[in-house]
């Protein structure tokens, strides 16, 4: 028995800083931030569980499901709400769901470990589930430092993931992580991001190429096979370096982060929802996740799009 993506949808905050919002008080610039990272604007506003449930609302919307028809939740986030307790029992508490629900921090990785880990829990008896990425790094980002507060944005995005598909839903995946660069990309408690940026740069790059090669030949595919790439909305010179080496063309990546910046786990299922309410997915298609993060942990997968043996 299979699963399927049945459901997608994301929220935003409406309060959007531009470049030039920087370039007023720091010293930056358009230009500079746009070359560097592809970013021009981001979202800042709202708590992680107000954009969850919102995302998870629109979701659901799209599933044709209620919250009660929810049987596990996973919130995925670097951000949480509160130290004590997850911020999945106040999203859990709004939607309305039914059994279980924790939150899973593998920073921008994040989401695709979530998904991987549903989607088991559904092959373990679960019967719905809601994935969420859901981040508000503004605030744990030093808005007068221009080396980080340019690259961060506030955002969330969810999916419905439903048991009984005949087709398996994750073709396959490839998790990890290498603690020992933890010093590369941190933040205290009640501190501010961190970040070796150049560092970091280079081991994403290294990172998530590993991790794709490895992924594409765990489920027998080329890049070629892929109809879709959504990798993690960091800096488009990463995604860029990425591709050429893989083989994956830019026409065939879904990219968000020009309006959204760098949404840690809310990134990929943000530019996830967005190609497929723009029906850049179709039923069978190939889709190719990845993603890196403080950790430093990585996480890619090859899922199949579709619904085929659903009941509804
Ligand atoms: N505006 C103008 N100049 C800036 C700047 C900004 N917003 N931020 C940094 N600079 C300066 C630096 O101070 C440095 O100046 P110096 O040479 O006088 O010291 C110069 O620009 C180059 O900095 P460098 O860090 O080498 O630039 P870069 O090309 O590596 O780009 C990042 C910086 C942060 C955009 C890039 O390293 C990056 O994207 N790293 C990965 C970040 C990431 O993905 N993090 C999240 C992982 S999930």
């Known amino acids: 028995m299979g699963s ?5 949808g994301e929220a935003l905050p409406d309060h959007v800083v531009t470049n030039d919002d920087f370039a007023a008080r720091l010293d930056t610039s358009d230009e500079w931030i746009v070359a560097r990272t592809g970013i021009r604007q981001r979202r800042m506003g709202g708590t992680t569980s107000e954009l969850a449930i919102d995302a998870g609302r629109a979701a659901l919307k799209v599933a044709d499901l209620d919250g009660a028809d929810i049987d596990l939740l996973v919130l995925a986030t ?3 709400d509160q130290t004590i307790p997850a911020t999945s029992s106040a999203v859990h508490d709004a939607l309305g769901c039914r059994g279980g629900a924790f939150d899973l921090n593998a920073a921008c990785a994040g989401f695709v470990y979530a998904l991987v880990t549903a989607d088991s ?6 019967h719905r589930a809601l994935v969420i990425g859901s981040e508000t790094l503004s605030k744990v980002t030093d808005q007068d430092d221009r080396s980080t507060a340019v690259l961060f944005g506030d955002g969330a995005a969810a999916i419905v993931l439903e048991a009984g598909a005949r087709d398996e ?3 396959a995946y490839d998790l990890g992580v290498d603690g020992a660069a933890t010093p590369l990309l941190y933040a205290d408690h009640g501190g501010y991001i961190h970040m070796e940026g150049r560092e970091v740069f280079r081991r994403a790059v290294r990172a998530e190429l590993e991790s794709i090669e490895n992924v594409l030949s765990r489920a027998g595919v080329r890049p070629d096979d892929i109809a879709l790439f959504v990798p993690h909305q960091a800096n488009v010179r990463i995604i860029e370096a990425v591709n050429q ?11 968000v982060l020009e309006r959204t910046g760098n949404t840690s786990a809310a990134s990929i299922p943000l530019a996830l929802a967005e190609a497929a309410d723009a029906g850049r997915v179709a039923e069978g298609d190939l889709v190719l996740l990845s993603g890196f993060g403080a950790g430093m942990t990585w996480a890619s997968a090859v899922i199949r799009w579709g619904r085929r043996g659903l009941p509804r």
């Open 121 to 126: 829990l559904l092959h373990a008896g679960h």
């Open 4 to 8: 399927a993506i049945t459901g997608w």
């Open 78 to 80: 670097t951000t949480p």
């Open 245 to 255: 080496r893989v083989g994956l063309s830019m026409e065939r990546t879904a990219l």
């Open 169 to 171: 839903l994750v073709l």
